[in-house]
């Protein structure tokens, strides 16, 4: 038989869907969609003429599920349609990619389809959900499927926390993982360290989060002593005197946030749907930085500044 995986079609409850960001059954109620479609059966279409969705968060798909799932399909085709919508004279890819890349390697040059008519942004939903509803993603695609979102739509945390029934904290911590240094990142795509371990070093500056994770991989601490070690780090850091607090350049390294100063850089971070570094140099001096990707996220940011303003 065909994998359940993407069995059921697709239900415009973005808030229950969504859930599966942080836990939840991919085998949940069923699926319907309200959207207008273009006929109530499936069409077969060739397969040549379909393109994978833009906006897909899944980077990666399991080889041996795709094999055992184009096993099936050549034995006895594709059983649910695929969800497109009409683009640019073929079709754009809604729900079933993996059906798609699997009846590809089975050969099929048509497969079974439902067409409907929907705009970027609900694609966008749909892609999400229909992913993260059935089999979890690794965390950092997850915070990267939002910050696209953020960044397509323009909206800020709190909206799209309230667009996903999602506590703003939810979101906003998910997506503070994408601010770790490129070699924490890898180790937790890796599934060398866990989500556990990664949200504990964030509290942490650069160089510590880089020296903790290491240790974390090398010792195998478990999340709660990594806890405990950045307790201790932000322990001995605060009985430092700042005129002692030298980094290996003889600059002085910044000061660890204080829980209010932390919530306020995490603040700024949801108004300006951007990463927000504070750093503190003393009592009474330091600096804010707003960092931007693309000269069109810098226009972004800009725009939602003078808004705030």
Known sequence: MQQNEESVPIKRRLGRGLNALIGGS???????????????????IAIDLIERNPYQPRKDFDAD????????????????????????GGYQLIAGERRCIAARQAGLSSVPCRVLEIEDRQLCEIAIEENLKRKDLNVLEKAEAFQDYLQR????????????????????????LLDLPEAIKESLRAGRITNG????????QEEDQVALCQQVEKESLSVRKTEAAVREILKQAEIIPFDQSQ????????????N?????????????GAKV????????????????????DFERIIRNLRRAA
Do not use: W
Request: with cysteine; charged share 25%.
């Open 26 to 44: 991919a085998d949940d109620a069923d699926i319907e969609t309200p959207y207008e479609t273009t006929s109530e059966d499936s069409n077969q």
């Open 65 to 88: 599920s795709l094999k055992e799932l184009s096993s099936s399909i050549r034995q006895h085709g594709v059983l649910q349609p695929l969800l497109v919508r009409p683009h640019e």
């Open 153 to 176: 739509f323009e909206c800020t945390i709190e909206e799209l926390a309230r667009q996903l029934s999602l506590d703003r904290s939810t979101v906003s911590n998910m997506l503070r």
């Open 197 to 204: 371990h990664a949200r504990a070093l964030l509290s942490l």
């Open 247 to 258: 980094s290996a350049s003889g600059k002085p390294k910044s000061q660890p946030l204080s």
């Open 260 to 272: 209010h100063v932390q919530s306020l850089q995490d603040q700024l971070r949801d108004t300006l």
């Open 277 to 296: 570094e504070i750093q503190l140099r003393g009592k009474e001096s330091g600096k804010i930085t707003i960092h931007f990707q693309t000269n069109d």
